[in-house]
């Protein structure tokens, strides 16, 4: 190997481990579920990514819309919790201090569906 190739193979080690170390590397792709590690959910053409995520009792789940549209995040019994219509970039927050399944889904395009698992 040569010294240009050497020196490119070791940047991306580093950057590498520099990302495991600093808890920013990505889980796998593919998987439906998984638990947050940064408890944001993402609204991007009309889903919520992740479709279904766990977290720990307590856990304030932050929704940013990427969509180029509005959307809503409601609570399936409608009171747990309801968002504004979030135009693009805007957020809406809600923090879960019981257990339990929260199913939810934009009340402007009710076929977008998603839940949080609060264990």
Not at 8 to 33: F, I, Q
Not at 74 to 97: A, E, G, I, N
Request: with cysteine; net charge positive.
């Amino acid at each position: 190997m040569n010294r240009k190739k050497r020196y490119l193979a070791v940047a991306m080690l580093l950057v590498g481990l520099g990302g495991a170390l600093l808890g920013t590397t990505r889980p796998a792709s593919g998987s439906p579920a998984q638990v947050a590690s940064s408890d944001q959910v993402k609204i991007d053409n009309f889903t919520f990514a992740p479709g279904e995520i766990t977290v720990a009792k307590g856990t304030t789940v932050k929704w940013v819309n990427r969509d180029d549209i509005p959307h809503t995040v409601v609570s399936d019994d409608r009171s747990t919790f309801k968002s504004k219509p979030l135009d693009t970039d805007d957020k809406f927050s809600y923090t879960f201090t019981k257990e339990g399944t929260y199913s939810y889904f934009c009340s402007i395009h009710p076929k977008m569906t998603a839940k949080v698992i609060v264990k």
